[in-house]
């Protein structure tokens, strides 16, 4: 493929009619999920809708500089390229190679940039013969950009059939920046329409298939870049999170993914799905793959947070919620992976101690009436014709036309109540884990999951379930391997306090490389079952 050649498409899946499959909040009508968002409570007096959080002062005091971090593969890669073993065009040429080969069965791409990324190539390794490129910390490794996050001159679809011809005029900062430090993009990758789903199903472009069981989702909304980097067409990829759309497809893929802290990565020249929710990040087949990338997106111009940094393992003092451990409403796999990793903590001297956490029900209702009605904005209705999009992602918009204006500030200021719960938290506990998801990759067309307890629950609600509450306070929030469940991969999330992503993820190898030194049965990145 050369150019800006466009993937094959696939048949997609039928998209499920009505909310049953697609509304997290488990209503069927759209009263019942008006009813939800008029149940937030009213904040106290004095609290502002828009007042940042205390996350949000500014310094930065923990150093860049990859010496430290546990060493991972793309490490390994970037050293056989300095050292002249591997050219960067060898390397693009072998990666370009492996999407012809492995694209057709999962369409993790929507556009595969053969033509511009040789010429990248080529350019870097020019560079590095004159001794210009030695010290960029992401010489020759290719990457992966979600189709909804502009490239220059590149198609940028979001996924949806009436921007097939729509070329990026900007590069978005966080592309830029990777490019910069002598990464290479090799493609855009596919997603659910809008990046607002999360099953990644797509009529345009073909649904995207998880790489364990093509008969199962990927996740969403970032599912072609979970699967082109569990697949190996990628060594990084960036997606995008508003409400766990990098966590879930890491999850279901079985590679890392972070949900970065809101606003310390620019996201600029990315299409908005909520202005106030949305992030830009990394996912790689492993947390130490995400730590370099990491550094170089903190320095894309998004605000300046205040460092915090976490302790080692054998200091950490990690919390647990009931709910996380609930036996009647998750897989059987997917409670015993986590009860393992438990295990493995304690047993490496980490403190576990049980906490509670604010009202879920409340926070996923003050969560989804502000994405739907920032999403309901951007897709104005007065300014667009809503009829070619995907019905499941018309009902998501309808809903926000829906949500009065009071309702919309109500569920703003509910999120500063939330962060202040939050940080009495986080002076208890370090870091806060459960399972990614209760439960591992859905069916293709499945609509609802029927639990243990006699429960169902909608496919959406529950892939979401553990996810939302990040989003809502801006908290960084890592989804690692855990192992497997009959034969599906099997996410561990870890959150901490705003401002500590450099430091979860460094936490996050060390517990990486633990988990692997217990010998998890099946446990890591793209392994099938």
């Known amino acids: 493929m050369s150019g800006s050649e466009r993937a094959p498409d696939r048949q997609a899946a039928k998209p499920a009619t009505g909310l049953a499959g697609e509304d997290p909040a488990g209503a069927d009508t759209e009263d019942s999920f008006l009813e939800a968002v008029r149940a937030i409570p009213s904040a106290p007096d004095g609290v502002a809708p828009l007042t940042p959080p205390p996350h949000l002062a500014v310094s930065s005091t923990e150093p860049a500089g990859p010496g430290r971090f546990l060493p991972g593969a793309v490490d390994d890669l970037v050293e056989a390229t300095r050292s002249g073993r591997v050219s960067v065009q ?115 472009y073909g649904a995207v298939l998880n790489p364990h069981d093509d008969g199962r989702v990927p996740g969403g909304s970032s599912g072609g870049s979970a699967v082109a980097v569990a697949t190996g067409m990628a060594s990084v990829a960036l997606g995008t999170d508003t409400g766990g759309s990098i966590r879930l497809p890491a999850s279901y893929c079985g590679i890392a993914g972070l949900k970065v802290t809101t606003g310390s990565v620019s996201t600029e020249g990315c299409y908005p799905l909520s202005w106030t929710m949305d992030s830009i990040g990394p996912l790689a087949r492993t947390v130490a793959d995400l730590a370099m990338p990491l550094d170089v997106l903190l320095a894309t111009g998004g605000r300046q947070f205040q460092d915090r940094s976490l302790p080692p393992l054998a200091e950490l003092r990690v919390g647990v919620w009931p709910g996380a451990r609930e036996t009647g409403r998750s897989d059987d796999g997917v409670r015993a992976s986590f009860r393992d990793a438990l295990a493995v903590f304690e047993g490496n001297a980490a403190s576990v101690l049980e906490i509670e956490l604010p009202d879920l029900a409340l926070i996923t209702a003050a969560q989804l009436g502000i994405i739907t009605s920032e999403a309901a904005a951007v897709h104005s209705p007065n300014e667009v014709d809503r009829g070619s999009y995907e019905e499941n992602v018309r009902e998501l918009l309808a809903l926000g036309d829906a949500v009065p204006a009071r309702d919309y500030v109500n569920a703003l200021r509910h999120r500063q109540v939330v962060w202040q719960q939050l940080e009495a938290l986080f002076s208890q506990v370090d870091v806060i884990v459960s399972p990614t998801t209760p439960c591992v990759a859905p069916l293709i067309g499945q609509e609802s999951i029927d639990w243990p307890d006699g429960s169902s629950e909608s496919v959406l609600g529950a892939s979401i379930r553990y996810l939302l509450l990040w989003n809502f306070v801006g908290a960084p929030a890592l989804s690692m391997p855990c192992g497997m469940s009959d034969g599906l991969p099997v996410g561990l999330q870890v959150a901490a306090a705003p401002g500590s992503d450099r430091s979860l993820v460094r936490l996050g190898a060390e517990i990486e490389s633990v988990l692997s030194d217990a010998d998890r049965e099946h446990c890591g990145p793209g392994t099938r079952g």
């Open 90 to 204: 060898e390397r693009i040429d072998a990666t370009l190679a492996s999407i012809r080969s492995a694209n057709q069965a999962n369409n993790a791409f929507i556009s595969v940039l053969g033509e511009r990324a040789i010429q990248c190539a080529e350019a870097l390794d020019a560079s590095r013969e004159n001794g210009e490129a030695q010290d960029l910390p992401l010489l020759g490794v290719p990457i992966a950009v979600k189709d909804c996050i502009s490239i220059e001159g590149v198609p940028n679809t979001c996924g949806t059939a009436g921007r097939r011809h729509t070329l990026a005029t900007q590069t978005a900062p966080a592309v830029a920046a990777l490019e910069a430090a002598g990464a290479v993009v090799v493609g855009t990758a596919n997603l659910h329409e809008w990046a607002f789903g999360a099953t990644s199903r797509n009529e345009a």
